[in-house]
Every structure is written in structure tokens, then in C-alpha cells.
């Protein structure tokens, strides 16, 4: 297709918009917290620890404070730790996003790595 000055053709323009889910990733040896995303919505978090102790319930009760519950709930054992897997939502059912997604992040990543030691 050829443009000319003035031609109203933006083809470009015109392609569906594309979400991209994206995952942030922090490691330790005895640890490892991965969040899921879609965009910049904090959808779930996945807590890999040694040890059979899990963090549900510090981590639980530490986003209720920021308004935020725990939608759906899933361990496995993996190897000689857990790993768990958490589905967020605010508590009015609504989306997590930008300052309470960072916010989320923010308490769940030290209790994670402090609870491993």
C-alpha cells in the first residue's frame, strides 16, 4: 500500500491493541516470589520456600489490612519446600492495580524472604 501526503489510510493505526502479561521474578537460594501480571494489574503471586511451613497466613492477613484478600489458594510440595500460589483481588472484587498492586508487592516480598530464613 503506497501513502500519499493527504491520503486519510492509517493501517497502523487500525490493529487491535495486544495485552501482554508480564512476570516479575525475585530469587534466593532458599527462595522464590513470582508475581503475575496482565498489563498493570497484579492478578497472583507464586511463593517457592524451603521448608514445610507455609506463608498464607501472615501474607493473608497483611493484604487485608491493604484491602486485599486472597481469591484463590494453591500448594504443592516441591522437593524439600513448598510451593504456594495465590489469586488476588481487592476485597470489593474489583482489579489490582497501580499504587495498591506496588503496595501488595511491597508486604509480600519481605514476609516471603523473612519467613525462608
Not at 51 to 65: F, N, Y
Not at 71 to 97: C, H, K, N, P, T
Request: proline content about 4%; hydrophobic content about 45%; glycine content about 8%.
Amino acid at each position: 500500500m503506497k501513502c500519499v501526503a493527504g491520503d486519510t489510510a492509517e493501517p497502523l493505526t487500525r490493529l487491535p491493541s495486544v495485552r501482554i502479561s508480564r512476570r516479575e521474578i525475585v530469587k534466593r537460594p532458599d527462595a522464590s516470589i513470582q508475581f503475575e501480571q496482565d498489563g498493570t494489574l497484579l492478578k497472583a503471586v507464586a511463593i517457592r520456600r524451603r521448608g514445610r511451613a507455609p506463608v498464607i497466613g501472615v501474607v493473608q492477613r497483611t493484604l487485608w489490612a491493604l484491602g486485599v484478600v486472597v481469591a484463590m489458594y494453591q500448594v504443592r510440595s516441591a522437593g524439600d519446600g513448598l510451593v504456594e500460589r495465590m489469586v488476588l483481588e481487592r476485597q470489593d472484587g474489583g482489579a489490582i492495580e497501580g499504587s495498591l498492586s506496588a503496595q501488595a508487592r511491597a508486604a509480600i516480598l519481605p514476609l516471603a524472604l523473612e519467613l525462608s530464613e
